[in-house]
């Protein structure tokens, strides 16, 4: 108890923790702890007097220790912080007197003579702290050159950690640099065995490179710059300007980028010039950062044993104007010792000097890298370049200085997870002990996708949590989540200050391109194309392409996908819009809202008139040159249009909300994006109504029928149209009466109501032909030829889908030429027609493919597959299957996925691979019954049950049988009667020879 509390002196103890460690099997009586604290307090009052003390306290107990009293513990923790944040400061000296204070308390085995979990646990740390004294000290000994120093004390910690390959590492460099190369050779030799024989590994990559350096006498091994050779020996020389770094600061991820930059610092790359911009260029993406960081390793590593040369050019200091290169290159020449008398007063004299004390400096093996950071432009760049030759120079900026000779590394925001990472490394480096990121993993996401995954606000963010430690996660995502305020969140104490940070970029827009930045704001999507912001602009195309130009090139826009589009980054956007909303009029605004939702409206227009069969191609709007072409606008917009919907709504324009969705409708239902389907003509049947358009309503409440017979929402689609239906009628809409009776029969037949649906079908095909509307009575012929099919009419199907057919063709319908030519195949399938079923089926294929109809693509190869395995062709089945398989899992086709894992389980039964028959029968189960499509559920199960029975699964075949009939009773048509007439005579079977 007492090693407890001494643990962790100064710092209450919870009395739960000291029970659970120190009696963690049986815990003694109240009265017996009353007695051990007393016993305790007496103890250390003797031993310290009143420079000790136990006071108490409510639930736990605590050990308090004035200064005066030597305590070993707190002495070495001491010794070990003051050298760390010595080492962060590169102050050797002190680093090497702090960790000689700390080693001077380590006596022995900590906590000797005690055992159990929690001591091995505390022994551990302790022995970590020790080992973190130890490396700290050489590695400042190294630093400094004194190579024989390391080489006398080295032994012990190496003894103790004889697999650590730092310290190996240490002693191997000590060595070659001391003028024992043969001997450093040697050890090494030595050391691969012995490491071969503790983990089977062998030396790590840091000492196979050192070997490698050290045989090819590389100079950067060399006594590093700041210490001298005196007769023999290696001294501390006076410090030199060379090592102007700033410190490095948390750091999280970007591996990818420091790898770049690693690549273009060390030695033997021939390009001098590095620029470090950001993309979508906030300030606050870590550009600095990563740059010191960069700088920091590779000096680490010994690429620049001559130094570093570190400036702040200002190019965006709101309190100063940009430093000029002639006030830069007199810093750095006084850096490098030359003396202010011999310094020229104009820039080309200070540029050659510059670059000549470099090249002199480089003959002598000393390389040198140049950090210029926060440059405003590549003017103020190009006097300070090194030159050729063996020096780097490292340059941030804003913007993209793309007219320099440089690499360019642009910086995007962090991933989530390094996100999430640099938060809790933050919180952590304020408080150890914080753990609020691991505890609430999910509040923490919310929180660091709030910052946008920006580390300037996740360093913001992290500073507020860090100053109130018990404040929850979700306090601050409240905070956050609320988008009027979220940018005067994000302030901490006027230190760290988003809108600070992004105001350096914007206060250096011209008019044109700062009213266009802010005008963004307006686009609900997440990215705009140069054809929608010129139409919010009101500007010229290419003149809006020179100014989004521009602004990436400020990077207040990042580049969006695919090329043309443009975005802004979530803080970005808010920090726009604040200064819109105190800049611009209302009018403006309002104007440049219906500028936008105008454009959007007619563009969605002219594509879905691409998509439309009643339309004729010479009819169809020039906008898109193809079908294809249309296709991919759409795919490409589909979120910002979904948005719009949303934004128009919101915003009071109902008209532009009901006919955006309606003019959505056909690409809706070609893709099958049947949640945005829904969710935009919800929004569209309140907008008709709110406008008292009865016509509208109509179309709405039909639209979302259909949207719900997708989703097999079967009630909710009847109840939608037969309100729909209710509405046409009133109105006398007979076309529209026609379309709605068509969509009521497709759901009756999925409902197996098939005289219910043939009746619909009829009564519409009569007010098709009334109307010699060839599309609806195409697309209605059709869907009563799949009527047919279910009842197994076939001769009356084939009628139906050939005359479908040659409506079809007449009106160039493409897309409803592939589904009847596919219902076709199905038929002679079904007649053993495989030759005319397989013709029809690739020639379907070939038109899904054309008119990039991925739904239908799936549907056909699914229908190909069971062709080949009626005709025992089960390669070929299975290929088409997995195809279909692919497709379906893609577009989230959870019906036709069920579809094909059923077929795919026939197949493996009749290959007499059951058990894989099993499995995909059951995967198809579980969709089946997702989607509730009982009758499909039955024919699986009846599919299941005969693959067991071919395994001898007598009880689980007949489980699954009986489960099949029992859901198939309800059902009168052909398809189910015979299935279930299949697994009662299976049934019979098994009970006849059980």
């Not at 420091?258 to 610092?265: K, P, R």
């Not at 409902?751 to 509307?773: G, H, K, P």
């Amino acid at each position: 108890m007492l090693a407890l509390l001494l643990l962790h002196a100064g710092r209450p103890v919870l009395r739960e923790t000291i029970l659970r460690r120190v009696w963690p099997d049986e815990v003694p009586t109240p009265n017996s702890i009353s007695g051990y604290v007393t016993d305790l307090r007496a103890i250390v009052t003797g031993a310290c007097g009143g420079a000790a003390r136990m006071p108490r306290r409510v639930g736990a107990w605590l050990l308090q220790i004035d200064e005066q009293v030597e305590f070993d513990l707190r002495e070495f923790t001491e010794g070990l912080h003051a050298a760390q944040t010595a080492a962060r400061d590169r102050l050797h000296d002190q680093v090497i007197s702090e960790t000689h204070r700390a080693l001077g308390q380590w006596s022995g085995i900590p906590l000797d003579g005690l055992t159990g979990g929690w001591v091995s646990g505390e022994r551990e740390v302790l022995e970590e702290k020790h080992h973190a004294v130890w490396r700290l000290l050489l590695e400042a000994e190294l630093a400094l050159g004194r190579n024989l120093e390391v080489l006398d004390k080295i032994g012990k910690p190496l003894s103790t950690w004889p697999a650590d390959q730092t310290l190996i590492h240490h002693h191997l460099l000590a060595l070659y640099r001391a003028g024992r190369r043969s001997e450093a050779l040697a050890e090494y030799q030595v050391i691969h065995r012995r490491l071969d024989e503790i983990d089977g590994i062998g030396p790590g990559r840091m000492l196979q490179e050192l070997h490698a350096a050290i045989l090819r006498e590389d100079t950067a091994l060399k006594t590093p710059a700041g210490t001298a050779v005196v007769n023999g020996e290696h001294q501390l020389v006076p410090p030199s300007a060379l090592d102007g770094l700033p410190l490095r600061s948390v750091f999280v991820g970007r591996d990818s980028e420091l790898a770049q930059l690693a690549d273009a610092l060390q030695p033997g790359h021939e390009q001098s010039l590095v620029v470090v911009s950001a993309v979508a260029g906030q300030g606050g993406i870590g550009k600095t950062a990563l740059a010191i960081q960069a700088a920091h390793d590779a000096r680490d590593a010994g690429w620049f044993p001559g130094g570093v040369l570190f400036a702040d050019l200002r190019g965006y200091d709101p309190d100063h104007h940009p430093v000029p290169p002639t006030e830069i290159l007199g810093s750095w020449l006084r850096d490098l010792g030359i003396a202010d008398e011999h310094i020229p007063a104009d820039l080309p004299g200070r540029e050659t000097l510059f670059r000549t004390e470099l090249a002199s400096r480089a003959r002598e093996g000393q390389r040198l890298l140049v950090v210029a950071d926060n440059a405003a432009d590549s003017a103020q760049v190009r006097s300070l370049q090194p030159g050729g030759g063996v020096h780097r120079m490292l340059v941030t900026s804003r913007n993209t200085l793309a007219d320099l000779d440089a690499r360019l590394i642009d910086l995007a925001v962090l991933t989530p997870d390094e996100a999430l990472a640099l938060l809790e490394e933050m919180l952590r480096v304020a408080h150890p002990d914080d753990d609020r990121v691991a505890r609430d993993a999910d509040q923490a996401s919310q929180l660091v996708k709030l910052c946008g995954y920006l580390p300037l606000a996740l360093r913001i963010t992290a500073a507020r949590l860090a100053a109130d430690p018990k404040q929850p996660l979700a306090e601050e995502v409240g905070l956050l989540a609320d988008e009027t305020t979220r940018l005067e969140t994000l302030d901490y104490v006027g230190s760290l200050d988003i809108r600070v940070s992004f105001s350096l970029s914007y206060r250096t827009l011209t008019s044109a391109q700062a009213r266009l930045y802010r005008l963004l704001s307006i686009n609900p999507g997440q990215q705009i194309s140069v054809d929608a912001a010129a139409a919010l602009a009101d500007l010229p195309v290419r003149q809006t392409r020179r100014v989004l130009n521009d602004l990436q090139r400020a990077h207040l826009i990042d580049f969006g996908q695919p090329r043309g589009w443009w975005r802004l980054h979530d803080l970005m956007r808010l920090f726009a819009h604040e200064h819109f909303q105190q800049t611009d009029p209302d009018a403006d605004r309002d104007e440049a809202i219906e500028r936008l939702l105008n454009y959007y409206l007619t563009v969605t227009a002219d594509a879905g008139q691409h998509l439309n069969a009643r339309i004729a191609l010479q009819n169809r709007s020039n906008r898109f040159s193809t079908r294809q072409s249309a296709l991919r606008w759409l795919d490409i917009e589909r979120p910002t249009l979904i948005a719009t919907v949303r934004f128009a709504a919101e915003t009071g324009h109902q008209t532009h909300a009901r006919d955006l969705s309606f003019r959505l409708t056909d690409y809706f239902y070609l893709k099958k994006h049947l949640d945005d389907w829904v969710g935009t003509h919800l929004l569209a049947l309140d907008a008709a109504r709110q406008l008292n358009d009865r016509n509208g309503e109509g179309k709405s409440l039909n639209n979302l029928g259909v949207a719900y017979w997708e989703l097999r929402r079967f009630d909710d689609a009847i109840t939608c149209y037969k309100k729909a239906l209710d509405i046409r009628r009133k109105v006398n809409d007979r076309h529209g009466e026609g379309q709605i009776l068509n969509n009521l029969g497709i759901v009756y037949k999925e409902l197996r109501q098939f005289d219910d649906a043939i009746t619909c079908y009829e009564q519409d095909i009569e007010i098709s032909r009334e109307a010699d509307d060839r599309f609806g009575e195409g697309q209605t012929l059709g869907n009563l030829g799949n009527v047919y099919r279910q009842l197994r009419r076939f001769d009356d199907a084939v009628t139906c889908y050939e005359q479908a057919l040659d409506a079809r063709r007449e009106i160039n319908d493409r897309h409803g030429e592939g589904a009847m030519l596919d219902n076709l195949g199905i038929i002679y399938n079904e007649l053993q027609r495989f030759d005319d079923a397989i013709t029809c089926h690739k020639q379907a294929l070939d038109i899904r493919r054309e008119i990039d109809d991925r739904h239908g693509e799936g549907r056909t190869l699914n229908n190909l597959g069971g062709v080949y395995r009626e005709l025992q062709q089960f390669d070929d089945a299975v290929t088409f299957y997995e195809q279909a398989l692919d497709i379906r899992r893609e577009i989230n086709d959870r019906h036709g996925e069920s579809q094909t894992l059923n077929n795919l389980g026939k197949i493996h039964r009749e290959l007499g691979q059951f058990d894989d028959a099993i499995i995909h029968h059951k995967q198809a189960l579980d969709i089946r019954r997702e989607v509730n499509d009982p009758h499909a559920e039955g024919a699986t199960l009846g599919d299941m049950g005969r693959a067991y029975r071919s395994l001898d699964r007598i009880d689980d075949a007949r489980r699954s049988w009986v489960q099949a009939l029992e859901l198939l009773a309800v059902f009168s048509d052909p398809s189910a009667q015979r299935t279930a007439a299949n697994i009662r005579s299976w049934l019979s079977d098994v009970d006849e020879n059980s």
